[in-house]
Antibody, heavy 121, light 112 residues
Framework: EVQLVESGGGLAQPGRSLRLSCSAS????????LSWFRQAPGKGLEWVGF??????????EYAASVKDRFTISRDDSKSIAYLQMNSLKTEDTAVYYC????????????WGQGTLVTVSS | QSVLTQPPSVSAAPGQKVSISCSGS????????VSWYQQLPGTAPKLLIF???KRPSGIPDRFSGSKSGTSATLDITGLQTGDEADYYC?????????????FGGGTKLTVL
């Protein structure tokens, strides 16, 4: 069974940093890409960024709203993906989801349960 | 403001059929496959439809998808109260010279 479990969420002050983890199981981690999405309270889904798998060169893309502040990485030996979030803003407050993705188009299929990040002073 | 346009809400009675539309442009839906996700209250999104009209294993055939031009549609037949959820369409877009994912704003389905 494919499982994705996010952790690392919590309360952070504006300007501070937080690192989220996404632990995967039930599939060959290195064969898939990973994406991060977020959902602000009462709002819709927003793509944050992705990292492709080795076949596609582990290339990365980020949404304009987080580019130069957020960094995605992966450790295939541990089946974990990370989302390093720096210079946090109040508008980054959301539930963050990691997803398994496939293909060069990084299409999300399985989603984790999400972890809440609250940015507030 | 979402890149893809969905109606904010739809409703129908149990047993009936409902259709949810998703409108985009040539840089997204017009040239790419569409996915649909179901988000039950308080839970994570779940993939319902991929490649515009394919269902993952375990998804009932009451759910079906289609695409024409720059629009896509999710049809749900034989509505059940358990289908009450938010539904999102999504696809990728390359109009900004980079590759990114876009979604509709979501459609809340109420089963009366």
């Amino acid at each position: 069974e494919v499982q994705l479990v996010e952790s690392g969420g919590g309360l952070a002050q504006p300007g501070r940093s937080l690192r989220l983890s996404c632990s995967a199981s039930g599939f060959t981690f290195g064969d898939f890409g990973l994406s991060w999405f977020r959902q602000a309270p009462g709002k819709g889904l927003e793509w944050v960024g992705f990292i492709r798998d080795k076949v596609y060169g582990e290339t990365l893309e980020y949404a304009a709203s987080v580019k130069d502040r957020f960094t995605i990485s992966r450790d295939d030996s541990k089946s974990i993906a990370y989302l390093q979030m720096n210079s946090l803003k109040t508008e980054d407050t959301a539930v963050y989801y990691c997803t398994r993705t496939w293909g060069i188009e990084v299409r999300p299929d399985y989603w984790g349960q999400g972890t809440l990040v609250t940015v507030s002073s | 403001q979402s890149v893809l346009t969905q109606p904010p809400s739809v409703s129908a009675a149990p047993g009936q059929k409902v259709s949810i539309s998703c409108s985009g442009s040539g840089s997204n839906i017009g040239n790419n496959y569409v996915s649909w996700y179901q988000q039950l209250p308080g839970t994570a999104p779940k993939l319902l439809i991929f490649d515009s009209n394919k269902r993952p294993s375990g998804i009932p055939d009451r759910f079906s998808g289609s695409k024409s031009g720059t629009s896509a549609t999710l049809d749900i037949t034989g509505l059940q109260t358990g289908d009450e959820a938010d539904y999102y369409c999504g696809t990728w877009d390359t109009s900004l010279g980079t590759f990114y994912w876009v979604f509709g704003g979501g459609t809340k389905l109420t089963v009366l």
